[in-house]
């Protein structure tokens, strides 16, 4: 008889104690896991898609929502830049993070200085970039499962372009949308998935695709991910 079926006299051994407080402590971890997966469900479809263009070129200006300088928002808007330029689009990438992009202030005095907005500020290089682009596309990292303040930011200084008012309009007609965040779970992109649907609801802007890329966190992490290769896919195919 092996030692681990007991001590003989009533008592069970310590190995045997052991393997089932292993046991114990290998479920509770499964159950926290498990608890944190669906206690945090969303009702919103995360999806990354792409659609195919016309094949005629077209005039894209690329948002992007991150500060730091060639990270992971950063390089899958390149990627995305390179597919677009090689299909023969014209593409100005304008990085909201590296500009002075002030919050709008709801003054409602957008257009009364013949601008868009009264803000002197980095917007000025921004709204002519914004009134010659057909498509527009959003790149940002997640920040607090959202896009970033500083994408936001310019998102909000569009509020002009929506006032009855308006001396000039975007030629914007068509939107595309690329996101990555650390979170491993697609649903963690499930505000700024919606925020983009409805905003596309609002402006009658058709939405010509979509890539979240999940579980890149630290600087350049996305190098090598295969996100890189869809990205500029969607390029080329815009
Ligand atoms: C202020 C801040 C908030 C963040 N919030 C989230 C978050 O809510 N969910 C997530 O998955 N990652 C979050 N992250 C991580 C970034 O999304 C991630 O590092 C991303 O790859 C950064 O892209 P970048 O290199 O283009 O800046 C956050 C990072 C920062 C700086």
Same mark, same amino acid.
């Given at each position: 008889?092996?030692?681990?079926?007991?001590?003989?006299?009533?008592?069970?051994?310590?190995?045997?104690?052991?393997?089932? &407080?292993?046991?114990? /402590?290998?479920? !509770?971890?499964? #159950? @926290?896991?498990?608890?944190?997966? +669906?206690?945090?469900?969303?009702?919103?479809?995360?999806?990354?898609?792409?659609?195919?263009?016309?094949?005629?070129?077209?005039?894209?200006?690329?948002?992007?929502?991150?500060?730091?300088?060639?990270?992971?928002?950063?390089?899958? &808007?390149?990627?995305? /830049?390179?597919? !677009?330029?090689? #299909? @023969?689009?014209?593409?100005?990438? +304008?990085?909201?993070?590296?500009?002075?992009?002030?919050?709008?202030?709801?003054?409602?005095?957008?257009?009364?200085?013949?601008?868009?907005?009264?803000?002197?500020?980095?917007?000025?290089?921004?709204?002519?970039?914004?009134?010659? &682009?057909?498509?527009?596309?959003?790149?940002?990292?997640?920040?607090?499962?959202?896009?970033?303040?500083?994408?936001?930011?310019?998102?909000?200084?569009?509020?002009?372009?929506?006032?009855?008012?308006?001396?000039?309009?975007?030629?914007?007609?068509?939107?595309?949308?690329?996101?990555?965040?650390?979170?491993?779970?697609?649903?963690?992109?499930?505000?700024?998935?919606?925020?983009?649907?409805?905003?596309?609801?609002?402006?009658?802007?058709?939405?010509?695709?979509?890539?979240?890329?999940?579980?890149?966190?630290?600087?350049?992490?996305?190098?090598?991910?295969?996100?890189?290769?869809?990205?500029?896919?969607?390029?080329?195919?815009?």
């Amino acid at each position: 008889m092996s030692q681990e079926k007991g001590t003989g006299d009533g008592r069970v051994s310590r190995r045997k104690l052991l393997s089932w &407080a292993g046991l114990t /402590a290998a479920l !509770a971890a499964v #159950a @926290g896991l498990a608890y944190r997966h +669906f206690s945090a469900t969303s009702a919103v479809k995360v999806e990354s898609f792409m659609t195919r263009g016309q094949g005629q070129a077209k005039n894209i200006l690329v948002l992007t929502g991150s500060g730091r300088v060639q990270g992971n928002s950063d390089r899958l &808007a390149e990627a995305f /830049a390179k597919g !677009a330029r090689e #299909a @023969g689009h014209t593409v100005n990438v +304008f990085p909201t993070g590296r500009h002075n992009l002030r919050a709008c202030m709801h003054c409602e005095g957008c257009w009364s200085k013949g601008k868009p907005c009264v803000l002197a500020d980095d917007f000025d290089t921004l709204f002519p970039l914004l009134e010659q &682009a057909e498509l527009l596309v959003f790149c940002s990292p997640l920040y607090w499962y959202n896009f970033s303040g500083h994408i936001k930011a310019a998102m909000d200084r569009m509020y002009p372009y929506s006032k009855k008012e308006r001396l000039r309009d975007m030629r914007v007609h068509e939107t595309m949308l690329l996101m990555c965040g650390q979170s491993h779970f697609l649903r963690s992109f499930a505000g700024p998935a919606e925020a983009y649907r409805q905003m596309l609801g609002y402006k009658r802007w058709k939405d010509r695709g979509r890539l979240f890329v999940t579980g890149v966190d630290e600087f350049g992490e996305i190098a090598g991910n295969r996100a890189l290769r869809t990205a500029e896919d969607m390029g080329r195919n815009a």
